[in-house]
């Protein structure tokens, strides 16, 4: 018999010992040596005047490439064992210093950028083509340019000093905030004393008045520390504001257009195609609610599984892993071997129990080579396409780890296409192996969730991010202003055809409070899409599309977004075609769920 993958993964093969570990403070210690020798030879590096004098420029791209990868493994460690253990304060503490090591680690960068700009165009070119440069240019290419788009050296220095406590100071204010919040509910006569991220898993129970329950007591709970939450969210954005004043940035989609690799065109483009098709999900969501005997369906009711007879569907862990091998091996044996590997060695975090932090993320050790899956699994089909969806991140970092250190850094636009692209090979694999009509509604039901999640949940935080920055640039919003600009955003990604919303979700989810990626939202949909039409693609190729897949995924941290697209899917993502063509993919199966239930 083949041995049960664990539920709980191995982080001692990385530093021993966890937020005691000896090595870990060895590694930092000597990590900060590495920082004050690499500051220094930026001091003194002499802006280069041929390309005779690259060989002391590669030096420092290889200095910066190694501390970099330190800094990162050492961060990754440290949000492990916080995510597993939300009273590891001795994590919380470590992982402040890796912050201020860093802020002094992106100050170096800026001189060295500022040194970057110094250079004459002719020499800088010729640089380039030299061996070690070619293969980076872009990424070098793109750091002169972002330098020269920011503030001086000195406002630039102060920023990165005061980000400590502004941006990462405010972050971690949230994550001790959300530490400890409890809901307390009373289940079926039986009172529950649950985490935030407990409480969230049990919104899609398939019982109403238990999440109707869940929802009401979850809701008041993050409204009772609501204020807390405000202020953090308000100096958070605050600090951001200003600092994209310092540096003369009127548009609040500067940075995160800047972070993604993409185009204003491209965003709106894709947008605008989901605002003409929401009326086919909303089709959907009255067909639901009608499935479930309501009117109309509430927040909470969005995500609730269709139970035609019986208990739903659940996967032991081990069900869903074999489930998840034998799915990704029918479109890519490499990646089928990889996920082994990852539950073989003990990669992910999966078991459901108390003071885990609520949702998921992959994260990556690049000096190990490896990566690391932290998830709650409760084996609904939704979490065994969570697992998916997380084993792609980590196969996506895998593929490109023997890249240049300087492209392995990837936008999170096109991170999440590798995720939503696993994530869609088991769940069009779930609906297609169903054994009855009834389980086949109930698998298309779950499947077409993520379009819901990802046209009108996502765009329900984009355009509430987008609205609060604005108003934030006028002073600080109150709770009810917070809460009404979070209604109204629901209202309008949803077309008004939800009974009761969530007005507390600014609250609740933490990407509105993550320090250096603002507007974590609309990669989650663009990497939905662009995954969809590269799945598009691969099953309508009449021979294997693995080499095909692992080479664009090879490129994704060496070029814009649109040349990706271009170089790969021949498609030009300004304009509305290849957003049209993917957003008809998810309405044929609306229309499918329509036709198999027209009569139930």
Known sequence: MTKPYSEVWDLDSIYQGGSASEELHETLQALKDDLDLFIKNVEEWAVPESKNDAAEFLLLINQNADLSKGFMNASSYLECLQAADIHDERAATLAARVYGYAALLQTAQDDWHDKFIQIEDRVWKEILQENGFRQIAFVLNEARENRGKKGSKQQEALINALSVDGYQGWSDHYDTIIGTVRVKVTIDGKEQDLSAGQALNMLNHPKRDVREAVFKAYSESFQKESRLFADTLNHLAGFRLQTYETRGWKNVLSEPLAINRMKEETLDAMWNV???????????????????????????????????????????????????????????????????????????????????????????????????????????????????????????????????????????????????????????????????????????????????????????????????????????????????????????????????????????????????????????????????????????????????????????????????????????????????????????????????????
């Open 274 to 600: 989901i605002r003409d098709s929401k009326a086919t999900f909303v089709s959907f969501l009255n067909r639901k609610a009608k499935l479930l005997g309501l009117s109309k369906l509430s927040f909470y009711d969005v995500e609730a599984p269709l139970v035609f007879s019986g208990e739903p569907k659940k996967y032991s862990y081990q069900e869903g892993a074999d489930f998840i091998l034998t799915q990704f091996n029918k479109f890519s044996p490499k990646m089928a071997e990889f996920a082994k590997h990852a539950f073989s060695n003990r990669w992910i975090e999966a078991e459901d129990r108390d003071n885990k932090r609520p949702g998921g993320f992959c994260t990556d050790f690049p000096v190990e080579k490896e990566s690391r899956i932290f998830m709650t699994y409760d084996g609904a089909p939704s979490t065994v396409a969570t697992l998916a969806h997380e084993l792609g991140h980590a196969f996506h970092s895998y593929v490109i780890r023997d890249e240049p250190y300087e492209n392995t850094d990837y936008a999170m636009n096109v991170a999440e296409t590798a995720s939503t692209f696993a994530e869609m090979i088991i769940a069009d694999a779930s609906v297609k192996e169903a054994a009855t009509k009834e389980e086949k509604i109930t698998l298309l039901e779950d499947k077409i969730g993520r379009s819901i999640a990802f046209f009108m949940n996502i765009h329900a935080r984009f355009l509430f991010e987008t609205r609060f920055y604005e108003e934030r640039k006028k002073g600080i919003l109150s709770v009810d202003d917070l809460n009404r600009l979070m209604e109204e955003a629901q209202r309008e990604a949803y077309l008004d055809s939800l009974e009761e919303y969530h007005p507390q979700f600014w609250a609740s989810k933490l990407h509105f409070y993550i320090a250096d990626v603002p507007f974590y939202n609309f990669p989650y949909t663009f990497g939905y899409l662009f995954s969809l039409g590269i799945y598009s693609r691969a099953m309508n190729s009449g021979e294997s599309y693995e080499d095909a897949y692992i080479a664009l995924l090879k490129d994704t941290g060496a070029m814009t977004t649109e040349e990706l697209a271009k170089k790969h899917l021949d498609v030009d993502l300004t304009k509305p075609d290849f957003w049209r063509e993917a957003v008809d993919i998810t309405m044929k199966d609306v229309e499918e769920f329509l036709e198999l239930t027209k009569d139930i």
